[in-house]
C-alpha cells in the first residue's frame, strides 16, 4: 500500500534526522504544547519550563527510546500493526497512555522534523511524512478494546 516514492521520501527524512538532537525538543513540545500529558512523567521531576525539560535526562533518555521505536516504523512499513502489537498493548494496559496523545505526539514529531529540515522538506515530502506517522498512530492505537 506504499508507493517507491512514500518509502524513499520516508526513509530520506529519517536519515536526516538526528535521534539524540531532536527526542528532547520533541517531547518539550509536547509537554508545554498539551500540559496534561506531564502526567504521565511523575517520576521525571521538574518538567515545568522548556529550559528544565530541555536538561532533564530521563526526557532525553525516554525521546531516544520513543524515536529508536519509530525506526522499527521505518523498516517495517509494510506490517506496522503487528510490529507495534505488543507495544500498543503496554500502553494501553500498563501505562495507560491516553490514545488521543499519540495523535498530538506525531504533530510534536512532525513540527521538530520541519524545524530541522527547513525547505528541505518540501510539501509533498511532509505530507508523505504526516501518513507515515499517521499510520504509526493508527498501529500504536490498535491494540486499545
Ligand atoms: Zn511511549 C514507554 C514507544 C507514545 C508515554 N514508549 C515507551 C517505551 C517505548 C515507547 C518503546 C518503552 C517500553 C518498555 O519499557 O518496554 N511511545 C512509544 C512510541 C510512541 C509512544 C513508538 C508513539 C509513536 N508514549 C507515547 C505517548 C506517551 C507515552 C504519546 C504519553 C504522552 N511511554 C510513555 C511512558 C512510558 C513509555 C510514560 C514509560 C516511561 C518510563 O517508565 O520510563
Same mark, same amino acid.
Given at each position: 500500500?506504499?508507493?517507491?516514492?512514500?518509502?524513499?521520501?520516508?526513509?530520506?527524512?529519517?536519515?536526516?534526522?538526528?535521534?539524540?538532537?531532536?527526542?528532547?525538543?520533541?517531547?518539550?513540545?509536547?509537554?508545554?504544547?498539551?500540559?496534561?500529558?506531564?502526567?504521565? $512523567?511523575?517520576?521525571?521531576? *521538574?518538567?515545568? &519550563? =522548556? %529550559?528544565?525539560?530541555? +536538561?532533564?535526562?530521563?526526557?532525553?533518555?525516554?525521546?531516544?527510546?520513543?524515536?529508536?521505536?519509530?525506526?522499527?516504523?521505518?523498516?517495517?512499513?509494510?506490517?506496522?500493526?503487528?510490529?507495534?502489537?505488543?507495544?500498543?498493548?503496554?500502553?494501553?494496559?500498563?501505562?495507560?497512555?491516553?490514545?488521543?496523545? $499519540?495523535?498530538?505526539?506525531? *504533530?510534536?514529531? &512532525? =513540527? %521538530?522534523?520541519?524545524? +530541522?529540515?527547513?525547505?528541505?522538506?518540501?510539501?509533498?515530502?511532509?505530507?508523505?511524512?504526516?501518513?507515515?506517522?499517521?499510520?504509526?498512530?493508527?498501529?500504536?492505537?490498535?491494540?486499545?478494546?
Amino acid at each position: 500500500k506504499w508507493t517507491e516514492l512514500e518509502r524513499s521520501t520516508v526513509k530520506a527524512i529519517w536519515e536526516k534526522i538526528d535521534i539524540d538532537e531532536i527526542g528532547s525538543q520533541i517531547w518539550a513540545r509536547v509537554l508545554i504544547v498539551y500540559p496534561w500529558t506531564e502526567r504521565y $512523567f511523575g517520576s521525571f521531576g *521538574d518538567l515545568f &519550563t =522548556i %529550559t528544565a525539560i530541555l +536538561k532533564n535526562v530521563k526526557v532525553a533518555a525516554h525521546g531516544r527510546m520513543v524515536l529508536k521505536a519509530l525506526d522499527k516504523a521505518v523498516n517495517n512499513m509494510d506490517n506496522m500493526k503487528r510490529t507495534y502489537a505488543d507495544l500498543s498493548r503496554l500502553h494501553f494496559q500498563k501505562l495507560e497512555v491516553d490514545p488521543d496523545s $499519540f495523535r498530538l505526539l506525531a *504533530d510534536c514529531i &512532525t =513540527i %521538530t522534523i520541519a524545524c +530541522k529540515l527547513k525547505s528541505a522538506l518540501s510539501p509533498q515530502s511532509q505530507a508523505i511524512w504526516q501518513k507515515f506517522i499517521y499510520a504509526v498512530v493508527d498501529a500504536m492505537s490498535s491494540q486499545y478494546r
